[in-house]
Every structure is written in structure tokens, then in C-alpha cells.
């Protein structure tokens, strides 16, 4: 009796031994495009929305917005034009003042419990005179017990070197 013969063809036999390449090149392509996603995604988490409130920007409308909140009429004169422009509707009713008036306004919420306060981030466009947007809430006497919401768009313009607000539009559910 003989014994049979096995015959092995080598080829076959390393490709057995062999890894799939083609699945370790998948492998490696989707592992670096995982850790893309998330480089990506740090990054726009991160990175500043074209949308964002530069810090003079910034700083020019906590500075506004402390006049009104603190009712300093003098300084409110320096954060504005000389052709300022607020423009307020509320409901039914809507009134227009320019700066000197704006300021008697402001100084005549002294001693009332006025407060007003910035809901959420602004948002700002243009490239001067940059728009600026934001959502307030306000606290006095004629608001309610729940004060009022809205909506300021302030334009802001460079006044010789300065940055300051030309215009304040407030359009409120109070």
C-alpha cells in the first residue's frame, strides 16, 4: 500500500499566512479619517464664529449698556455720536430720541429699579460699521413683575479713531 502524496503549492500557502491588505488599508484610512472628524470638530468648537463680538467691540457695549443700568448720562454722551440715533418699539408704541434726549431719558430712570441685563451671546456683521445684535430683559416699573424681552441692533461706527454707537434700535414685547 502507498502512501498517498500531499502535494502543498506554496503559493497558496503564504497566501493563507498573509494579512488581507486591502483590509489593513481600510483599516488605516478610517482610523485617519476618525481623527480627523475629531480634530475638526475640537477645532470648530474652539475657533471663533464669524458671527463673534470682537473684545472693542465688546467692551464698547458693556460699557453702553452700564450707562443705561447706572444712568450716567455723561458717560453715555462719550459712548455715542453726535448724530446718535435710538429708536424704540415696544407694542403700540414707538418713540425716536437722539443723543441729549436719550440722555434725559436715561437719567430719568435714576431711583426707579431700572435693570437690564444681556441674554445670551450678540451677534455682529460688517466690517464698519459693524451690526450688532442681542437679546435683553429688563427689570422697572411699567415692565410687570417679569419685566420685558427683546431685541437691540446697535450700529457702531469709527468716530475719528473711536469706536462708538450711531444708532440703538430696541424693538420689545413691553
Keep these: 500500500m502507498t502512501t498517498p ?50 473684545d472693542e467691540i465688546q467692551i464698547l457695549l458693556d460699557d453702553y449698556l452700564a450707562t443705561w443700568n447706572n444712568q450716567d448720562g455723561q458717560a453715555f454722551l462719550e459712548l455715542v455720536t453726535d448724530d446718535y440715533a435710538l429708536h424704540m418699539t415696544s407694542g403700540a408704541v414707538s418713540m425716536s430720541q437722539h443723543a441729549e434726549q436719550a440722555r434725559g431719558t436715561l437719567e430719568a430712570l435714576a431711583g426707579r429699579d431700572w435693570s437690564e441685563s444681556v441674554i445670551g451671546e450678540p451677534i ?16 422697572a416699573p411699567g415692565y410687570g413683575p ?15 479713531g473711536t469706536l462708538k454707537v450711531a444708532r440703538h434700535t430696541y424693538v420689545g414685547n413691553n
Design 124 to 139: 455682529m456683521t460688517g466690517n464698519g460699521p459693524w451690526f450688532v445684535s442681542l437679546v435683553e430683559h429688563f427689570t
Design 5 to 54: 502524496t500531499v502535494r502543498v503549492d506554496p503559493e497558496r500557502l503564504d497566501l493563507a499566512k498573509r494579512p488581507n491588505r486591502a483590509l489593513i488599508v481600510a483599516i488605516v484610512v478610517l482610523a485617519a479619517a476618525v481623527l480627523a472628524l475629531g480634530a475638526w470638530i475640537a477645532y470648530d468648537q474652539t475657533s471663533s464664529p464669524e458671527t463673534a463680538v470682537t
Design 146 to 160: 417679569e419685566g420685558a424681552d427683546g431685541v437691540s441692533t446697535f450700529t457702531i461706527v469709527d468716530d475719528g
